[in-house]
């Protein structure tokens, strides 16, 4: 596995050699950037960030080969298997909201709400449940390192499910029940979510994520409160990052976020990243999935 | 500290009792989700779940969608205002190269953060400054050639210097961090800062 994926960042500085996979130095802007912009210049928001183009050039060309690809097939095995004290497998016990087993549009039809836990789940959250009530795992087993950390040999067990099953909804459309009671209340509470204000700096996920065309450094910010913006927060997760090299969901994704708004950690697998994930994978309903992705 | 959260407190039970207080568009989704953060946060590193809690200008902002009434603003403003620590010495501007570093660094405040080394001003994340920095992020204001549009005078200083420190001292609800006032900046590296927009010699003014 480390052959490929170490090839595959061969590729990727061989294709894109200005291109650095690492967040942007606090110091230094990507050196194509500084070749083009104008000294002067004021900011300029419908201006195109060379680093993302470059890096979609890369992305299209490692379609193929996605390191994503191994952690899937991992998944895949992990998903048939008998497995925990019950020796149970999840694919003849775990109903992802199309049917026990089945895993074809289950990533793209989550959040939704599942009668027999009573709650709103996303993908992530609904195998852990799976895991826990089906194979018999201890939830706090789970949650005790639930993301892939860099040095760590392999992936969480749980992150190569949620990898396999998300790749089992590619180019499909998302398509979150949003005329649920159930899953309209959630996207309403999420709602709330992202307007609320606190912490040391008074963040919110609006302060970055809330209108059209902002920037943090070079990085561009998706505004997920619209369709166009929600899909790009969609889009690519779960991802394998190069930086690291590590594969990374989510939920993940939205654990980093309140990292960054100096919030306190939510606990995995709860209610507020369910609820702030229907409000952003709802507000992506009818869009293409196009699967685990790559990212910097 | 005490004062401010009385009178805003003040301010709420007389919005309520006249009624020209907005309601949060959807109060029931409302309640409901500051019920879930009490719940769903744990705390990490040194951010502790007493973050999560709302103190009054936070909780005027997030319920009027961040547009509070005016009789409302202008009077938290001036209590917000009357919070920013001027320096002893009473010298606003200090070392523009210093303000730089400052401006440059993202750190501080966040759970992988080491909190005993010192905080940046995050500058760069959110405004253009010096022409030298390509990579400024954009959610506020350009701020090149500040000073060369402003002049350097004492007043300005005196109103960059209190903007820094408290933002919501002139908009109670600024996307802008308080940064003097939550203790991230000192009344020295505010100074810094103020040199690196208003010194003449600063490459944000050339």
Same mark, same amino acid.
């Given at each position: 596995m480390r052959i490929i994926i170490a090839f595959a960042a061969a590729i990727a500085f061989g294709v894109? !050699? *200005?291109? =650095?996979?690492? *967040? !942007?130095? !606090?110091a230094k802007a990507p050196a194509k950037v500084q070749k083009k912009a104008p000294a002067a210049a004021t900011p300029a928001v419908e201006e195109p960030d060379e680093a993302t183009k470059e890096f979609e050039k890369f992305r299209a060309q490692m379609e193929d080969s996605n390191p994503a690809e191994l952690f899937e097939m991992k998944g895949e095995e992990l998903w048939k298997q008998k497995r925990g004290p019950k020796n149970v497998a999840l694919a003849e016990s775990c109903d992802l909201g199309q049917g026990v087993g089945v895993v074809k549009g289950a990533y793209v039809g989550t959040p939704r709400y599942f009668a027999d836990a009573d709650a709103v789940m996303d993908a992530e959250r609904r195998i852990v449940w799976c895991m826990v009530e089906? *194979? /018999? @795992?201890k939830f706090d087993d789970i949650a005790k390192n639930p993301f892939h950390r860099e040095n760590d040999p392999g992936a969480p067990d749980i992150t190569n499910l949620v990898t396999y099953v998300a790749a089992h909804s590619k180019d499909m459309k998302i398509a979150v029940p949003l005329d649920h009671p159930r899953v309209h209340d959630a996207y309403e509470t999420g709602k709330e979510i992202v307007n609320y204000r606190a912490g040391p700096y008074d963040f919110s996920c609006n302060t970055c994520h809330g209108s059209d065309g902002k920037r943090i450094r070079m990085q561009n910010l998706p505004n997920i409160s619209t369709g166009k913006g929600a899909i790009k927060g969609v889009q690519g997760w779960p991802g394998y990052r190069m930086t690291g090299g590590v594969m990374l969901t989510h939920q993940w994704r939205m654990n980093d976020c309140f990292r960054q708004q100096r919030f306190p950690s939510p606990k995995y697998a709860s209610d507020v990243v369910s609820d702030l994930l229907t409000y952003m994978i709802g507000n992506a309903n009818g869009q293409i999935y196009r699967g685990p992705g790559i990212k910097r | 500290m005490n004062t401010r959260k009385i009178i805003a407190l003040t301010i709420v039970a007389a919005g309520s009792t006249v009624a020209s207080l907005p309601a949060a568009a959807d109060a029931e989704h409302r309640a409901k989700a500051l019920e879930i953060i009490k719940r769903d946060f744990q705390p990490r590193g040194q951010a502790g779940? &007493?973050? %999560?809690a709302e103190d009054g200008l936070q909780a005027i902002c997030n319920r009027t969608g961040n547009n509070p009434p005016e009789y409302i603003a202008k009077r938290m403003e001036a209590d917000q205002l009357a919070t920013v620590k001027l320096p002893a010495d009473g010298? %606003?501007? /200090?070392?523009w190269k210093e303000g730089e570093k400052i401006a440059q660094s993202g750190r501080g405040f966040t759970w992988t953060d080491n909190p005993g080394l010192p905080v940046g001003g995050n500058c760069y994340n959110c405004h253009q400054i010096?022409?030298?920095? %390509? #990579? @400024? /992020? =954009?959610i506020g204001p350009s701020l090149f050639q500040y000073g060369k549009l402003r002049g350097n005078t004492p007043d300005i200083q005196k109103y960059t210097y209190s903007k820094i420190w408290n933002a919501k001292g002139f908009n109670l609800c600024s996307e802008m961090p308080r940064f003097g006032h939550v203790g991230a900046l000192s009344e020295q590296q505010v100074g810094h800062l103020v040199a690196l927009l208003l &010194?003449?010699? #600063?490459p944000v003014n050339k």
């Open positions: 894109s !050699p *200005q291109l =650095t996979f690492a *967040q !942007p130095s !606090p089906k *194979q /018999g @795992f | 779940v &007493d973050r %999560l010298k %606003l501007l /200090g070392d010096s022409p030298k920095e %390509l #990579s @400024f /992020g =954009t &010194d003449p010699a #600063s």
